[in-house]
């Protein structure tokens, strides 16, 4: 504790300088918990905010399988083939392979499997 002088008009008090360990690990223990709230709320509402961007390896491999993207193009025409796949699947052309462009990429690649199958492709 540190105790301020008393001046002319004014009273002498006391002011604590250390709040204690409890304190300090109360206001710890919130703001862990506001952390991992707002993680799960970022992941119900908005799941880019939590997920990194998928395996660029995988995304360039089912972009060949469907024949959007040709084997031996570099990695920088990888972008602009995603773009073009979210831009015809109605997703956002951002050329970032998020976790809805990844499962339409999936769900495209399995349904040309089905039709080749079938014969049908």
Known sequence: MVTIPA???TFARTVPTDRGAADDQRRTGWKRVLYV???LLGAMFDAELVL???DPDQVRALLIELGRLDATAGPALRGPAL???QH???LPATGTADGR???ALAAAVREEN???ELGLA
Do not use: H, K, M, Q
């Open 7 to 9: 001046g002319p008009r």
């Open 37 to 39: 709230a707002r993680g």
């Open 52 to 54: 990194p961007e998928a």
């Open 83 to 85: 773009a073009a796949f």
């Open 88 to 90: 015809d699947n109605g």
């Open 101 to 103: 462009t990844v499962s």
């Open 114 to 116: 089905e039709l080749r």
